[in-house]
């Protein structure tokens, strides 16, 4: 059993939880997931591991509220235990000998995007970071990607703060001034990836994107999180996340995100009917 020792509303769809997992504290690095399960028989789904604190033994996770799972999760408290925690789990971000990157997060990737901009300051990158959210109540972590990062753009869909556009409008805008960077790291919805690794395609800059398949069991065996990259099959969960983005095949990793949609929709209905007791 894992316990929750806080728990952090920051915004309305997103939470923070501090969890005790000293062996995980201690190894964690930059790009690696842990994957939990929040009850006996429940869902496994993997979550970046965002922060760590090795010497209280605590490890932090992020997540947006989008399913059944996570719905269930956010409504745990402080002092309540999750049954399964698993990690550190994935192959951690190259992060060494970068002289200037940009790493560009929108929606749930700005959580994954924390751990690589601490991790590339740490290693003494000069380090620009784009963050992008749908409005500006839903902003997240500014006062730590403004202490960690060189430049921080901050980006809404709707202009309500910030830059008035996506994030690829706004590296597109640094590009043309004239912003020079050795490699990209682009986190986010699998859209969002694309479109920046087509904006680095001519002239080329070395681009990571971190690929958010499906995942059921994190070591490589079943297949659920295959995806193609230069034409051969790779495991999200033990050869990645992390992949050369220009290398991805975009269209079929696509198609595999939506393969369980009708599923998740259903378990997501069942599980509000029984908490408010309506109709399943
Ligand atoms: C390596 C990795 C790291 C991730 N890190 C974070 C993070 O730090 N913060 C965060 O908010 N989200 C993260 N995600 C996404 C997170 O796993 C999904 O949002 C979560 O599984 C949704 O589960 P659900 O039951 O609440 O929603 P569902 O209704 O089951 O699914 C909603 C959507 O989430 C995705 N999803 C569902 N099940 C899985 C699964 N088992 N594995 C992967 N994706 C799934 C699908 O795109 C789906 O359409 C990460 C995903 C991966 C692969
Ligand atoms: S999650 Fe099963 S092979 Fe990757």
Redesign the pocket.
């Known amino acids: 059993m894992f316990q929750i020792k806080e728990k952090q509303k920051l915004n309305s769809e997103m939470m923070l939880f501090r969890i005790d997992a000293p062996l995980i504290a201690k190894k964690a690095k930059p790009g690696q997931f842990i994957i939990l399960r929040v009850t006996e028989g429940g869902e496994r789904i993997p979550l970046t591991v965002a922060d760590t604190d090795p010497e209280k033994g605590l490890v932090t996770i992020i997540f947006q509220i989008v399913g059944k799972t996570t719905d269930q999760l956010s409504r745990m408290e402080a002092g309540e235990n999750i049954v399964d925690f698993v990690g550190p789990l994935g192959v951690p971000s190259a992060l060494e000998n970068i002289k200037k990157a940009c790493v560009i997060g929108g929606g749930l990737g700005v959580a994954i995007a924390y751990p690589l901009v601490k991790g590339l300051h740490n290693e003494g990158t000069e380090v620009d970071v784009i963050t992008g959210f749908r409005n500006k109540d839903l902003i997240i972590l500014e006062k730590e990607f403004k202490k960690a990062a060189d430049g921080y753009y901050l980006c809404t869909d709707d202009g309500s703060r910030g830059y008035h556009g996506f994030v690829s409008d706004q590296f597109r805008e640094l590009l043309k001034n004239g912003k020079q960077y050795d490699t990209v790291f682009a986190v986010g919805p699998l859209l969002m990836m694309k479109a920046i690794c087509d904006l680095t395609d001519r002239p080329r800059i070395r681009t990571i994107v971190s690929m958010n ?1 499906i ?12 995806l193609t990259v230069n034409g051969e099959t790779k ?4 050869d990645g996340p992390d992949f050369e983005g220009h290398e991805v095949d975009f269209d079929e990793a696509l198609s595999r995100s939506t393969f369980y949609r009708e599923e998740e929709r259903l378990s997501l209905k069942r599980h509000r009917c029984r908490l408010t007791g309506g109709v399943r």
């Open positions: 398949s995942m059921l069991d994190g070591t490589g065996m079943c297949g659920a999180c295959r495991f999200a969960c033990v």
